[in-house]
Nanobody, 114 residues
């Protein structure tokens, strides 16, 4: 069992920045792929970014150049640095880890005001 706890969400004005954190109960060194997803009201959950154990990243087109995913294996923590935020980035952001199955955090709300 992997328990994930997100933090760092909040209310920010358009153009601002936030950094989300996801603390894992298990060592993430062996977790091949971790990621961030988001779900806006009335919409399906969508991929934001993934990062492999080797540090390779993949981003949704809508966040490329603005968001950066990283992982600190020593702290068992995943991060998402979000810059140049837009109102359309408003959503609940979820941390994900895939081992033999998907694990999800409880989510953290990000609200971007115009």
């Amino acid at each position: 069992q992997v328990q994930l706890v997100e933090s760092g969400g909040g209310l920010v004005q358009a153009g601002g920045s936030l950094r989300l954190s996801c603390a894992s109960s298990e060592t993430i060194f062996r977790i091949v792929i971790m990621g961030w997803y988001r779900q806006a009201p009335g919409k399906q959950r969508e991929l934001v970014a993934t990062i492999t154990s080797g540090g390779s990243t993949n981003y949704a087109d809508s966040v490329k150049g603005r968001f950066t995913a990283s992982r600190d294996n020593a702290k068992n923590t995943l991060y998402l640095q979000m810059n140049s935020l837009k109102p359309e980035d408003t959503a609940v952001y979820y941390c994900n880890a895939f081992t033999t199955r998907d694990y999800w955090g409880q989510g953290t709300q990000v609200t971007v005001s115009s």
